[in-house]
């Protein structure tokens, strides 16, 4: 009883904050809000019930717009975009099967921050022209081409619902109780409804949510859309659902880190039933004509910090959103793009907040050095490629770092230690060679090879070729790693 006590207002509470942000990702990923809603039911009912996690709440995802976007935009149609989205699934069901969740830990950290804050610089980019007036696809470049009409509303309405988040944010709101309860983009988006009803100048120049209105069954299915079956013929379907397969079930692995921190389980939840269970949420959207589904760690820890104690919570919450989709659309339609807008830029500045960029430049540069080239590989190529340039540059700045402290060579007057600090490969040759040459004739060098396990057979050919030819030097040798003949 006490948990159910508890349950229900988290269920609201995380219904008040997803909401929003199942309406304005739809509006960012250039599709109906009702698809937005429906990704929520599915994510909050279907997922929830099969997800081994009690608190990890599922939906549509910020982080997966761009792609979103980017995969209509290449694949000409929803509905093929629909066909590589059930293929995703199909993936991530796999990805649970062969129990593929361990291999998270493989990619790095800088990898998944600059992933991150990709996302959020793409999602930036994209709202800006919807936060100045623009109803329908505009772009950034449209602003610098001169060939956009800005809307004076539209500014009013996204800038306030801009304030309103960061005041929500700051110290003097959350020590008021009763404030702190009430999320900051329901807060912003209800602002601007209000803007709507009792400022009529404001109201005539805001592009509004369209949501439809079911007054029966066949309208509810008239507005599901089908996947495009012939699609999965087309090479570019199989490269976005790969993308989004990975890339989604990149996204809520990571949640399921963050949100161990936050609320730990006993025993933790299996990743690869997680995996599972996302693959079968984005099988059912794709089925549906929803959007990708992932464990979403912005809803999932107000949903702990509310005090949730069971799935219950996230299940009310999934219900609240289906009773709001199918009988309450003309309460939605009073919402403005532009207050939907400003949470998404609100939400895309906290992925890609400064502070970020400056902890990864602090770090050095085999951190910054990938973060900023899987940055600016997502941003110029694409999230798949960008990840794969991203793990390559930290694969080389590893190995050239790994490299340079392989090996040391320390001078004591006239004896030289030479130390191998890991397994020795021919790509150390160059290091190896160069260090031997600068021992000058008639010195004594001694080597510290305890470290190394392993040494390739032209590590050893170098070794040999320098023991050879000490004598000829007056050089002596100890503890030498190879026989001198």
């Not at 009409?149 to 020590?175: D, E, H, N, R, Y």
């Not at 999934?318 to 403005?336: D, E, H, K, R």
Request: proline residues 6%; charged residues 10%.
């Amino acid at each position: 009883m006490n948990a159910l006590r508890q349950d229900i207002p988290a269920g609201l509470v995380v219904f008040l904050v997803a909401l929003p942000l199942c309406l304005g990702i739809a509006q960012a990923s250039g599709l109906p809000p009702f698809a937005g809603l429906l990704t929520g039911v599915i994510g909050g009912l279907l997922v929830t019930s099969l997800s081994p996690s009690r608190f990890a709440v599922s939906g549509p995802a910020a982080g997966l717009v761009t792609i979103v976007v980017a995969a209509i935009e290449t694949l000409g149609s929803f509905s093929a975009f629909l066909t590589a989205l059930v293929i995703a699934g199909v993936l991530q069901c796999l990805f649970g099967l062969l129990r593929a969740g361990r291999f998270i830990a493989l990619v790095p950290g800088s990898v998944i921050k600059g992933m991150l804050a990709a996302i959020g610089i793409l999602l930036i980019m994209q709202q800006i022209p919807v936060a100045l007036g623009a109803a329908g696809d505009a772009e950034l470049v449209s602003l610098a081409n001169g060939d956009f009409t800005f809307s004076t509303p539209a500014m009013l309405v996204a800038g306030c619902g801009l304030l309103l988040l960061w005041l929500w944010s700051t110290p003097a709101i959350k020590k008021v109780s009763v404030l702190s309860w009430i999320p900051g983009p329901l807060v912003a988006v209800l602002a601007g409804c209000l803007a709507t009803l009792f400022v009529p100048q404001l109201a005539s120049g805001l592009p509004r949510i369209a949501l439809p209105a079911f007054d029966s069954i066949a309208a509810l299915t008239a507005e599901l859309e089908t996947p495009d079956w012939l699609a999965w013929r087309n090479p570019s379907v199989w490269v976005v659902a790969v993308t989004l397969a990975l890339v989604a079930s990149l996204e809520t692995l990571l949640s399921q880190e963050a949100l161990k921190k936050l609320r730990p389980q006993n025993p933790p939840p299996s990743p690869n039933k997680e995996m599972f269970a996302q693959g079968v949420g984005n099988l059912t959207a794709g089925l549906l004509g929803a959007m990708p589904i992932t464990a979403v760690i912005v809803r999932s820890s107000v949903n702990v910090s509310v005090g949730a104690q069971s799935k219950l919570s996230i299940l009310i919450h999934g219900a609240l959103l289906l009773i709001c989709g199918l009988w309450f659309s003309n309460v939605l339609n009073a919402i403005p793009l532009a207050s939907l807008a400003a949470v998404l830029l609100y939400t895309g500045y906290k992925l890609a907040t400064p502070r970020l960029f400056i902890d990864q430049m602090r770090m050095g540069a085999q951190q910054y050095i990938p973060f900023l080239a899987t940055i600016g590989g997502i941003i110029l190529f694409g999230m798949l490629a960008g990840i794969g340039i991203g793990i390559a540059t930290q694969i080389l700045c590893s190995i050239y770092k790994s490299h340079r402290n392989a090996l040391q060579l320390t001078r004591y007057d006239d004896h030289y230690v030479l130390r191998f600090q890991q397994n020795l490969t021919f790509m150390h040759n160059p290091k190896l060679q160069g260090l031997l040459a600068e021992i000058p004739e008639n010195s004594v060098v001694i080597v510290d090879h305890d470290n190394a396990e392993y040494m390739d057979p032209d590590v050893k050919a170098v070794l040999q070729d320098f023991g050879e030819n000490a004598d000829k030097r007056g050089i002596r040798l100890s503890q030498w790693p190879v026989a001198v003949k």
